[in-house]
């Protein structure tokens, strides 16, 4: 079964009693539609949001590991040339995540 569609009433007057209200949803806005520009957002990400990122990220992952990367620095092997390997290897997982992720993460959603 179909619904009922129900008018609003809107009074003519103050002592007359209410009348279907037979304007359009267009003919009622404040702001006709040729009026309303749509603003899309640039949502892609800027070098500098990259290099937040990253930076967020690498804190959080030095952080979070700090044990195990120490267990790194000070093993028999780890020497100076480890150092930029494991830099690179570290920012290389934060290039796992979507740019939505990173917005989201970033806070700019």
């Known amino acids: 079964m179909g619904k009922s569609k129900k008018s609003q009433l809107k009074p003519t ?19 006709p539609s040729d009026h309303i520009k749509i603003i899309k957002q640039d949502t892609s990400p800027t070098p500098q949001d990259e290099t937040d990122f990253e930076s967020f990220y690498l804190k959080q992952v030095t952080a979070e590991f700090a044990d195990d990367l120490d267990k790194l620095r000070n093993a028999s092997d780890f020497t100076e040339k480890s150092v930029p390997i494991l830099i ?22």
Do not use: C, H, I, W
């Open 88 to 109: 690179d290897a570290l920012k290389a997982t934060a290039g796992v995540y979507s740019e939505g992720d990173k917005a989201r993460v970033m806070g700019k959603r």
């Open 13 to 31: 007057s103050d002592n007359d009693p209410p009348q279907p209200d037979n304007t359009t949803p267009s003919e009622k806005s404040e702001f």
